[in-house]
Nanobody, 124 residues
Framework: QVQLVESGGGLVQPGGSLRLSCVAS????????MAWYRQASGKERELVAS???????EYADFVKGRFTVSRDNGKNTMFLQMNRLNSDDTAIYYC??????????????????WGQGTAVTVSS
């Protein structure tokens, strides 16, 4: 059983900032890659940023220099610091994790899990 709790979304003016968080809990052996996706109304879901367990990060071109992704492995938490927001950033932001279940003795299997999303609205 795995649960993801996303928070931090809301209404912000253009140029403002928000910080999103994603907290994972439940029964798992470990969490691998974590990523933020977003989906605007009427558009396809797109990758925003990702971070591996070791801390390697990747960003979509449209957020590079404005957003920063980070994670705290001890707390099973991922963050997305969003600065200089504009109307194009309005979307539902989703957390996705890759986690493994099992044990050292039995072995492990990997699965992906998605959060329910948190809404970000950038408007004056």
């Amino acid at each position: 059983q795995v649960q993801l709790v996303e928070s931090g979304g809301g209404l912000v003016q253009p140029g403002g900032s928000l910080r999103l968080s994603c907290v994972a809990s439940g029964n798992f052996f470990s969490i691998g890659d974590m990523a933020w996706y977003r989906q605007a109304s009427g558009k396809e879901r797109e990758l925003v940023a990702s971070v591996t367990r070791s801390g390697n990060k990747e960003y979509a071109d449209f957020v590079k220099g404005r957003f920063t992704v980070s994670r705290d492995n001890g707390k099973n938490t991922m963050f997305l610091q969003m600065n200089r927001l504009n109307s194009d950033d309005t979307a539902i932001y989703y957390c996705k994790i890759r986690y493994s279940v099992g044990s050292y003795y039995i072995g492990t299997h990997e699965y992906d899990y998605w959060g329910q999303g948190t809404a970000v609205t950038v408007s004056s």
